[in-house]
């Protein structure tokens, strides 16, 4: 009752303040009336068949069930009448052959490398086509050296090695999981001439330390492990033999050994049990407090004594990975193509990633089907191969990418979802539509809608400035990668989002072989609510995307977003010079002889080079011209432009303006230049990326053309607002 | 080589800028070869010596050793040539009879209770006459009940613990050391009716997550436990039956039940190997994140499961403590004393608590010994029982309360000594005499002074104002309690110093068994180095002091120093004004019910009134009256002023007149009212302490009363000032 109410509420708001973005007012009455039907049609009860039936059992890339959960979504597809169809890519993907990992000396220790099936959850015991705990995309290898802990395995953290005196050189690193992705941590291990790579899960970060582990409780226990793709993602996406090509017949294929996204070095995973010991044979120095963990032992830097041997080798098998999509046709712009996105493989059972996002995407697609057909094309992919890097997806896009270029709206993406609060990310020029449609739908725990509980929660855990932008700024993050929206919004610039529920159901079972249904229906959403929430949402934006008179795209929030990390960038390279500056004056006076301990490890940082001035104002110019640009142009959804397929057009492809055709340097697979997968990060988001990162890897004689490259985007996108207005004024 | 370079560099500069405080040319000449001297005499052998001898064996009081070390100092001093005296004082001081922690459900554990003897250190297996660890001041208690983790047990955590719906009443706590004085920790528990209190060590803050721990390194071990006083030292110091008076015969004694320092409940410490079965059983929430420790274990708040017995006993003997007081009177001013002092008695063999300060003290009263007479009385004091609460100090104070308050000059206080960076607080006033001292003794480990290295760390580790600060600032924090200084300072009003080295050497032997010589020579001061430069140190200002024409007392910094603590406790006033009606509006606007998990244990915080306004503005003109006088007051030590005897005595008795003769608010016997140990910190400094914890703890009526007290007291000092002047200018 009180539910009703509330969306009740949130719709006469709506129309109250002037109607839905891009909707006229009759168009928002009728489309206030589709939702009512989407809201009533999504059924929690379906959300949790779905997911007892594909997560019963692990479905990875070429397992049995993943076959048969393709078969299941092609079928559901086409029962409720969608052309479907399985597209399908040959794409080298790795599975183990061998693991061994052994403390040699000072004493002897052989990793068990295996989860503990759990007798109370009949998922977990189910061991049939279960994937061991991996890497893939590790190279085989069989390597033996002293070990180092390197922490988070982070640029910063060989520097902070490196002022201790130790060299990684030849030998073996162990790093914690955070911070970044996990191949970053192979990758610039090898960078530092590292042999071998171990990745392991602290309880600081996914164990007891966080809360009673599994299965008295939702956290990582002591045999858990993350699995997990360590292929260089911030380089590319996609299979890695076709970087930039789609993984189809008649494609060349690079050599393996030629394959620059494969990881440089042997690298595997394992649990805080098998860490432990390693740990504590370790000796040199003691690691700087952020560094440790939470298990019983005393962090040290290590270097010299313990001593291990890793073996891990691969099948290297070319495996089918087969997409389903499914398609209805727009009534009004069938060339005119929303598409909605969440994959289907997992590394086991996985509940929740991605099952929890894919049954909302189903549920969607279920309701929207009963509805009359849409004036755009709504076109519904489950993803294959996403673990491995992408892979289904980027192929598809690949393969696909003139067609996408022109048709291509909008992608809309989840990947998983849980339960709390509303996280979103995507390309600005989406964000307050995307917005509007948050505040319409309702918080399955309090009553008040998604929007406001987020905003609520800012508010009161950050308050100050991020509460006021919570309430009227931009609310989207910046997208790095991670997941199947990277193709469309990285390398092609088709306007994207992704969205999920998150803060609360707290869990370790992530890559493990615990992320199972009584886990996720125990710990995580148990009614799944928020999978009803999350399918009310996006169902949401993808009519109203399939259905605006005039598309909502708000070009003026790119001119925002843009003064905003130019902003960032301006501090960051004064930052950064203040600092240089200060330290190498510390440097010269002598200071850090004065206070660093005589008897301790740590040694002064290096003298580094001053930080340069820049020159913004190519830049500054550009966003002034695109602002007065922005400024100006004002679409209205109640008037009747003659070329409004056109207008609508050129509103969804000009982000594709603010791509470089020469791609960001030293990786032309990804073209935005306002957002991009940060180069050692992988998951988090640089903003402005060319000119952010120059500035931060200390590469300053890339930053003016940096700089003249964004101008030159930004004002294609002015010419192209220049031509919306024309032709509206016409 | 280097060394004597850096000193005849430092005494160059020294003479270059205008000579020593409060000295003409000339005497500055005089005191600059006298300090020469005292560098030259203070032998790293001597040091070595008394330590070996007097810390061979535990040494607190009335114990064997303890005796004999009382003799043994008496006959050093008289040796070299002062008038000494044993002073005594009859105290009541428990021991343990008996000692018993069991976790009686859900599962059986009794605590050891006791500490592990090292094989390789020879001092820590010698058991005879050692204290067992204990927490001297718990009342006798034999309790039973559900165990509650307070974290330190601060005000704040029980806020924590009511926002999670867990009360203590009726239950036992268990807390971890450390963010306050120990004694705390019972005290506050006690007002939210807790029956008894555990109090361990967290490998977190004290252990192996520190470092390797003892023997193979510095850290606390699993058998360690930090014993020590729980007395309400916030209350007053000294003798728990005799608050405010001597305990001396025929002085009227409190009887024990009437005692308000005597903590409120059965109390005991213990080792976090004893503590971990007791956490690991505990169920209820899960603690938040800055309340775990680095135990294997899900901290968690209980309150509900594990069920402990506790029960102590003590003997309640009256013990003797036994100062040692040496005396050379001065030739020009015997009645005006330099006073300085370290505490003699340890909790066990206390080789760095409080020997290695003492040993210092001793190397400037031989080395003084040997110079010509001073022109002032020169006051060495050894105290016992500071480790029951500053008993030894504070008696002997109140004793001579009226002789000191005309004839006390300074108190100059150590309490052990470390490794590292120069620590220094107290009266500002000295402030500037004691940075001079600073600038003129040499680092051991770097070959700059003291003062530059100090500097120098600041300003890399902190920048900015920080740096700016270290550089022309006032250097000395707040004094809070803790060691002896505290009945001269903030019970009498004489200007105190208290100083030691520290951030090197870090050790876990605090109050244990393992505060021992071999581990102080091993791991925190290995050739006495830091002892050498203590003395230099300590006996320098003692000499400057002892021997200036014009006592450097800098009046101007008290202006400067009350102007800043006034903008802090505005600051304080109007965050919480702020806060508190931001905190107002998220419960009227329901927000707390939008953000906190439905399924978790946090609750919406109390609604609290809201924050007045206060008049500052008596205040305000105070120190705006205050200013000008001490602007208007110039002293030179170059002129011959006909009163010099009663100007030094007016400016070394200024401080008192920042008295409250009331005392401060519920605790008579602290008379400052600049500084003072935090009511609910016990070590830890608040600065305008009526006011500031009036604001603090909501008390707000309060207030204006602090303000006015302040007020005229600042006008008194005024007057003081002007008095100077008129005497000056005559």
Redesign the interface.
């Known amino acids: 009752m009180r539910l009703l109410f509330a969306t009740l509420v949130v719709a006469l708001a709506v129309q109250a303040s002037g109607g839905i973005l891009g909707f006229d007012a009759a168009g928002t009455e009728r489309q206030l009336a589709l939702e009512a039907e989407l809201d009533a049609s999504v059924d929690a009860a379906d959300l949790a068949f779905w997911m007892r039936g594909l997560a019963a059992r692990p479905h990875h890339t070429g397992s049995e069930h993943g076959e048969m959960n393709v078969e299941s979504l092609a079928n559901w597809f086409t029962s409720w009448g969608y052309d479907t169809e399985i597209t399908s890519y040959e794409i080298l993907i790795p599975r183990p052959t061998e693991r061994r990992l052994v403390l040699e000396s000072p004493t002897r220790f052989v990793a068990s490398l295996t989860e503990r099936p759990m007798m109370s959850d009949p998922s977990s015991r189910f061991a049939g086509d279960m994937l061991p705990p991996y890497n893939s995309f590790s190279p085989d290898g069989d390597v033996r050296g002293n070990v180092v802990y390197v922490n988070y395995g982070r640029i910063e953290d060989y520097e902070t090695l490196e002022r201790h005196g130790v060299d990684v050189s030849g030998k073996i690193v162990i790093a914690r999981y955070g911070a970044t992705f996990r191949g970053m941590k192979p990758k610039i291990a090898a960078l530092h001439g590292a042999i071998g790579c171990i990745i392991y899960s602290d309880?600081v970060d996914d164990g007891?330390?966080?809360?009673?582990?599994y299965p008295d409780?939702p956290?990582k226990n002591a045999t858990g492990v993350q699995r997990g793709s360590i292929m260089d993602l911030p380089l590319h996406a996609g299979d890695v033999l076709t970087p930039g090509r789609p993984a189809i017949a008649g494609e060349p294929r690079l050599a393996r050994e030629d394959a620059a996204a494969i990881a440089p070095i042997p690298t595997l995973p394992i649990s805080y049990g098998d860490a432990e010991p390693i740990l504590a044979a370790m000796k040199g120095p003691?690691a700087p407090r952020e560094w440790?963990g939470?298990?019983?032992?005393?962090?040290r830097l290590g270097g010299g004594e313990a001593t291990v041997h890793l073996k891990v080798t691969f099948d290297w098998q070319m495996l089918t990975a087969k997409n389903v999509i499914a398609r209805r046709t727009g009534s009004q712009f069938p060339d005119q193509w929303v598409i909605r996105g969440n994959h289907h493989d997992a590394w086991n059972h996985g509940a929740r990633d991605p099952i929890s996002g894919l049954i909302a995407l189903l549920a969607e697609a279920k309701a929207i089907a009963a509805m009359p057909e849409p004036k755009r094309t709504i076109v519904y992919a489950a993803w294959d191969a996403e673990e491995h890097g992408l892979m289904g997806s980027t192929e598809w896009v690949e393969e696909h990418i003139e067609t996408l270029r022109t048709n291509a709206v909008a992608y809309l993406n989840t990947d998983g979802n849980g339960r709390?609060f509303l996280g979103m990310g995507g390309s600005h020029a989406l964000d307050k539509a995307f917005v509007q449609a948050a505040d319409a739908v309702v918080?399955p725990?309090?009553g008040?809608s998604v929007l406001?509980?987020r905003q609520?929660?800012i508010?009161?855990?950050q308050?100050g400035e991020a509460c006021g932008r919570a309430k009227s700024g931009l609310q989207f993050r910046a997208l790095g990668s991670g997941s199947d929206y990277s193709p469309f919004f990285q390398h092609v610039g088709i306007p994207s989002i992704n969205s999920s529920f998150r803060g609360?159901?707290h869990s370790g079972a992530y890559h493990t072989m615990h992320d199972t249904v009584m886990h996720f229906e125990r710990d995580i959403d148990p009614g799944h609510d928020y999978g009803v929430a999350l399918a009310q949402l996006n169902g949401r934006i993808t009519l109203r995307l399939a259905n605006a008179t005039v598309l909502p795209f708000d070009l003026g929030a790119i001119t925002t977003i843009v003064k905003k990390y130019l902003a960032e960038v301006k501090k960051l390279a004064d930052d950064q010079r203040e600092t240089t500056k200060?330290q190498n004056e510390?440097l010269a006076?002598g200071?850090?002889?004065?206070?660093l301990?005589?008897?301790?490890s740590l040694m002064p940082p290096e003298r580094r080079p001053a930080v340069p001035h820049f020159n913004f104002a190519p830049l500054d110019n550009a966003v002034m011209r695109l602002e007065q640009a922005t400024d100006a142009l004002e679409l209205e959804a109640n008037r009747d432009y003659a070329a409004i397929e056109r207008i609508n057009q050129l509103l969804y492809t000009a982000e594709a303006e603010l791509m470089n055709p020469k791609g960001l340097p030293d990786r032309p697979w990804y073209r935005h230049q306002l957002y991009a997968p940060g180069t050692f990060e992988g998951y988090g988001a640089k903003t402005l990326p060319a000119i952010r990162e120059s500035i931060e890897y200390r590469n300053y004689a890339q930053v003016p053309g940096a700089i003249e490259d964004l101008a030159a985007a930004l004002d294609r996108l002015t010419m192209r607002v220049e031509e919306i207005r024309v032709l509206a004024d016409d």
């Open positions: 309880p007891y330390y966080q809360g009673p582990v409780g956290h003691v440790r939470a298990l019983p032992v005393t962090y709390g918080d725990q309090t008040v406001r509980r609520a929660n508010c009161v855990n308050g609360e159901g200060r510390h006076a200071d850090f002889a004065l206070v301990d005589p008897s301790g």
